[in-house]
């Protein structure tokens, strides 16, 4: 039986780890954050994430930690609508959370924290711990995000490059703000393009707000503090429609945090000798298509479903990347056009058009 090591516990490995769990493999996660350091964003999940979250979660769980929208509100930046549209199960729920249910089924001696994993230069398809020594596993998935260094230095080549594109994001204790939301989904944009606020309920008492700045446009300092954010949020949106400059204005920013996106110029393959790649680290997605965490999770279900019915590793192996490239494919050209779309005037952009990638 193959001994498994996960490196990562994000979304992906915590995924793959609740499948491991199920079929009884043999796996250990390393992760290099401390166990209680869940900052970031929140995500917004379609229809077919949830399927994907409810196999290794309890759905009740799942739906008390987020808010299901009914509807997205497209605006001008002075407050006209522009467009609306049902949305049909999309949920949002912050990244914390997400992890901590994920997390709920791994038992604690299978998950090391505070332990980054780097590649043996020397032996093929063997990770070092910080320590200097061999991690004793036949396989290993890696799904240590998008800047995955163990998939720098397997792929060499490989050209990381910004995207015109970086997001301000901030999640806010404010039930004010929350009740008004009601369960819409509110997207704000600038008649000159390259500029946006949205705004998402996250519970009866939080929520998360975003900007997506064109970044050759609105220059911001990638070492910047919280005080500059405020700073520059302040400028950039003291103008716009009431509900966006009072959110502004009236919220805390000690969470803040700037977005830089990158993206790979071209796909490397999904796996090299006995090691794989699942979610971010196989393939970045821009933020515009919305499809980081179900793709995390579709690339956990089919790498667990290949492992366990395949005799070999590459067997395996070759067929996920098989089923799996095709669809992130997809998703890559759908982030590309939503990018286009936002960095156009208002009246240049598709007038119904959903911040989410569908295959
Ligand atoms: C601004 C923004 C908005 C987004 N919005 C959405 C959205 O609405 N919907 C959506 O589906 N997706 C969204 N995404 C994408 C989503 O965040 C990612 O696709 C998802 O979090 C990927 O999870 P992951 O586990 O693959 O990677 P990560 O979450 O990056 O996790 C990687 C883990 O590996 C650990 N690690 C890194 N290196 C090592 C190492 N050497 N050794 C050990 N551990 C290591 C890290 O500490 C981390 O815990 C957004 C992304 C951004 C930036």
């Known amino acids: 039986m193959n001994k498994i090591a996960v490196v990562g516990a994000g979304i992906s490995g915590l995924s793959i780890a609740n ?27 379609p229809k077919e994430g949830i399927e994907y979250l409810s196999q290794i979660v309890e759905p009740s769980v799942l739906f008390k930690q987020g808010n299901f929208l009914k509807k997205y509100i497209r605006y001008s930046h002075t407050g006209k609508v522009l467009a609306e549209k049902d949305l049909h199960d999309v949920f949002v729920i912050s990244r914390s959370s997400l992890i901590d249910i994920l997390a709920r089924n791994i038992p604690a001696e299978k998950i090391s924290y505070e332990e980054t994993v780097t590649p043996c230069s020397i032996q093929k398809g063997k990770l070092k711990k910080q320590d200097g020594t061999y991690i004793d596993a036949n396989l290993a998935i890696v799904s240590d995000g998008s800047k995955s260094r163990i998939r720098r230095v397997i792929f060499k080549g490989e050209t990381m490059k910004s995207v015109r594109e970086n997001e301000v994001v901030n999640i806010i204790r404010c039930r004010d703000v929350a009740a008004r939301l009601e369960d819409n989904f509110m997207k704000y944009h ?31 300092n990638e070492q910047c503090s919280a005080e500059s954010l405020k700073n520059y949020m302040f400028e950039i949106f003291d103008n716009w429609d ?10 805390n920013y000690e969470n803040v945090h700037l977005w830089r996106v990158y993206e790979l110029e071209k796909l490397n393959p999904f796996y090299k000798d006995n090691i794989v790649f699942i979610g971010d680290a196989a393939h970045p997605l821009i933020p515009f ?30 067929k996920y990347e098989a089923e799996r490239k095709p669809e992130i494919e997809i998703h890559i050209r759908n982030g590309r056009t939503l990018l286009d779309q936002f960095l156009k005037p208002l009246d240049q952009q598709t007038e119904n058009i959903l911040p989410i990638s569908y295959k």
């Open 190 to 220: 600038h008649e000159d393009g390259g500029l946006s606020f949205g705004i998402l309920k996250l519970s009866e008492d939080t929520v998360l707000w975003y900007s997506q700045f064109d970044n050759e446009k609105y220059r911001i």
């Open 242 to 251: 009431p509900m966006v400059s009072s959110i502004v204005k009236g919220s």
């Open 289 to 318: 298509t919305s499809q980081g965490v179900t793709s995390a999770l579709k690339d956990s279900f089919t790498l667990t479903k290949y492992l366990t019915s395949e005799k070999n590793t590459s067997e395996a192996f070759r």
């Open 19 to 45: 499948y491991l769990e199920k079929h009884q493999l043999d796996y250990h996660i390393y992760e290099r954050r401390k166990k209680d350091d869940l900052t970031g964003h929140g995500f917004l999940l």
